[in-house]
């Protein structure tokens, strides 16, 4: 291990749609650097990066994964993240924390949505990224074509570096066109050459798109080069460094990591890529501040990853952000404001820890066993209790409501919930508190299995999903007035209560009003909030529809009592009975929740989001264009959008994406009510 302080640090991000080969590409990194003795394989679950027991299984990484190693007085931190939609929380959490991002795509598939996805979020963050073409040597791989499609779903700034030199079975190796020589491979040994003159069309024209993709970063060369002035080597190689340090130009490399055809160069550009680290953004009480990545400065670390290991524990993942860190620090967690002993530093390589003595801005390490931090939480000095900006997830788009197999296993189920969020902050649990259900909240189908599947194998809980009960609530149209009377005689004291009530409707989202306006005596003082109490639990049970009842005046005034018979029990029963027969007269309605719906989606697709939307009784408030995309915003039943993730990613071919919130309460239509009524009554039953 060499002194930390002296190597160049990377943090580089492997991201892309499934089965364009990030995984394949991360063992060929490592054993090309002798980081580990000989590649592993995905399908027969060697892999490094692929050790969870679910993606074993799946043959399919489901969670972000880190590999570090040391080559040439560079330390690499690879993040392999996952290729499927549904585990983009993982994505995202790379992405904070890279200083690159490596888009891998595949030479013989079309760039899909999932691509294009993670382009966005990247160009969102204004994070440097490179492509890497992989898979060169299939049968069906087409160089020319997927370049077409990276400039046709990325736009401007892609700049080809490199050409293959034969596709397919042919493959052999590639042509630096910055250069202009060959690159040719045999049994892992590059071998240079001058580019073959059978390819000097080809190479001419590629290279007009390099040039054409990296004059697009400075204003100056641009415009000479419409002139007509080509711009020198040396121009290009400053303006392509500049390009890709400002997020401008994107370059483009190829290869095959099966192979191992050019997957040297990939790791040789990563290293001419300037080391230098933007500033980070801390908050410090309502100040904004600027932290220098400087590794003699104070010590910050941000939490982006926790493993939960059965036999270990809690793992956490940390990007140190300034300063040294080295065993046993003690530092404060700025969210709970507690101390954590960092006792252990460690290097993983998958699931291998190895201890190292120290780690500086700009690393990346394990920690076990820290006490109470999660992603996203800030570890500083006391002195300095900094909070860094959170990590960004998006929203769930898919809840199914679970309940745990074995009777009594309750809160087992809630603990284990919690433990699994913590490794997965893609989800999001709630017990309802209106339904009385725990929801599992998740990116989609995949996710929400995967979940439950990690339940069972690593927390022993089983469970079975059942049907997501929506909270319907129910008012009243009109006011009413009625008597409740409860009047028992058991041999000894009896019990005795009367009031009279009346229920006048309020606005909606007024929520519950109670007006005492007894006089004389009536009802004793003391028997009113008996009275309410028992108003209240009438209302919470919601009379024969069952929905909880609200947005309703009640007021008391007038009852009777007896001297001796009459108790707080007695009054309470007697409001309830009094509010549940003013209720049915009060002609009650069922309120259904609306949620706010904002969808973005390509144009090309509106038209069928547009009527699906209507299909789930959608109200659309705007709908306005943006530069690549269109965004509708709408009000609609939430009940209608139980899968509309699943449903919207089928319309738009994966490109949809889309966020709800909770809106309003308002009347179910006429013509839906007994049917609701009926599906309620059969969940009952």
């Given at each position: 291990m060499h002194d930390a302080r002296s190597l160049h640090v990377h943090k580089v991000a492997l991201v892309g749609q499934p089965g364009a080969g990030k995984t394949s590409l991360v063992?060929?990194?490592?054993?090309?650097?002798?980081a580990i003795a000989r590649k592993g394989r995905v399908e027969d679950g060697t892999a490094v990066c692929d050790f969870e027991p679910e993606e074993l299984v799946r043959h399919a990484s489901l969670s972000l994964a880190l590999a570090s190693f040391e080559q040439d007085g560079h330390r690499f931190n690879l993040l392999d993240t996952p290729g499927l939609p549904d585990f983009v929380a993982e994505v995202e959490a790379a992405l904070?924390?890279?200083?690159?991002?490596?888009?891998?795509?595949?030479?013989?598939?079309?760039?899909?949505?999932?691509?294009?996805?993670i382009w966005r979020l990247a160009e969102e963050r204004k994070l440097p990224r490179l492509i890497f073409i992989n898979k060169l040597d299939h049968e069906r791989a087409d160089y020319e074509e997927t370049l077409a499609r990276l400039r046709e779903s990325f736009g401007s700034g892609i700049a080809p570096l490199e050409m293959p030199l034969g596709t397919g079975p042919d493959f052999t190796g590639v042509a630096d066109l910055l250069a202009q020589e060959a690159h040719r491979y045999h049994e892992g040994t590059s071998i240079l050459g001058p580019i073959p003159e059978a390819l000097a069309e080809l190479e001419s024209r590629v290279h007009d798109d390099l040039v054409e993709g990296i004059v697009v970063a400075d204003d100056a060369l641009m415009e000479r080069y419409l002139e007509g002035d080509?711009?020198?080597?040396?121009?290009?190689?400053?303006?392509?460094?500049?390009?890709?340090?400002?997020?401008?130009?994107?370059?483009?490399?190829?290869g095959s990591a099966l192979r191992d055809i050019a997957v040297d160069r990939l790791e040789a550009f990563l290293c001419e890529l300037s080391c230098c680290r933007h500033p980070v953004r801390v908050r410090a009480g309502d100040q904004e501040l600027e932290v220098a990545p400087d590794a003699d400065g104070e010590p910050l670390a941000r939490v982006f990853k926790t493993i939960v290991?059965?036999?270990?524990?809690?793992?956490?993942?940390?990007?140190?952000l300034s300063g040294t860190l080295r065993p046993d620090i003690q530092l404060v967690n700025t969210r709970t404001h507690a101390e954590e002993r960092l006792h252990v530093l460690e290097s993983l390589l998958g699931k291998t820890a190895v201890p190292v003595s120290e780690a500086v801005a700009g690393d990346v390490i394990a920690v076990p066993k820290l006490h109470d931090t999660r992603v996203g939480d800030t570890l500083a000095p006391r002195s300095a209790p900094v909070v860094c900006e959170p990590i960004a997830i998006s929203s769930p788009s898919l809840s199914v409501a679970i309940r745990p197999r074995t009777n009594g296993d309750e809160d087992k189920l809630m603990a284990a919930l919690q433990r699994l969020q913590e490794e997965d902050p893609g989800l999001r649990i709630e017990r309802n508190a209106e339904t009385h259900q725990v929801v599992l909240s998740g990116m989609g189908e995949?996710?929400?299995?995967?979940?439950?599947?990690?339940?069972?194998?690593?927390?022993?809980?089983?469970?079975?999903?059942?049907?997501?009960r929506i909270p319907y609530r129910q008012t009243i149209a009109q006011a009413a007035t009625a008597e409740g009377r409860h009047k028992k005689q058991t041999g000894g004291h009896g019990q005795f209560g009367v009031v009279h009530l009346r229920l006048e409707p309020l606005e909606r989202g007024a929520g519950f009003v109670f007006v005492d306006q007894v006089v004389g005596g009536a009802i004793p003082r003391q028997f009113i909030p008996a009275v309410e109490k028992g108003v209240r639990r009438a209302m919470g049970q919601g009379g024969s529809l069952g929905f909880p009842v609200v947005d309703v005046k009640v007021i008391v005034d007038d009852g009777k009592y007896h001297p001796v018979d009459s108790s707080e029990a007695s009054f309470e029963m007697a409001g309830a009975l009094g509010f549940n027969e003013a209720l049915e007269a009060a002609h009650p309605v069922v309120l259904e929740p609306i949620s706010r719906?904002?969808?973005t989606v390509p144009a090309r697709f509106l038209g069928e989001v547009l009527g699906d939307l209507n299909a789930r009784r959608a109200r659309v408030l705007a709908s306005e264009s943006g530069e690549r995309d269109q965004q509708v915003?709408?009000?609609?039943?939430?009940?209608?959008?139980?899968?509309?993730?699943?449903?919207?990613?089928?319309?738009?071919a994966g490109h949809g994406r889309f966020s709800t919130t909770h809106d309003h309460y308002e009347p179910v239509p006429v013509a839906m009510v007994e049917r609701l009524l009926g599906r309620e009554r059969e969940k009952v039953g």
């Open positions: 063992e060929a990194l490592l054993a090309g650097s002798h904070a924390v890279c200083d690159v991002a490596v888009i891998v795509v595949s030479a013989t598939d079309a760039i899909g949505a999932q691509s294009e996805a080509v711009p020198s080597v040396a121009e290009l190689d400053a303006a392509l460094a500049k390009g890709v340090a400002e997020a401008k130009v994107f370059p483009v490399l190829c290991d059965p036999f270990v524990g809690r793992i956490s993942l940390l990007e140190v995949t996710h929400l299995q995967v979940a439950l599947e990690r339940l069972a194998t690593k927390f022993h809980v089983a469970t079975d999903i059942e049907e997501l719906l904002e969808v915003v709408a009000l609609v039943p939430t009940n209608e959008l139980a899968r509309y993730g699943i449903d919207l990613r089928s319309l738009s």
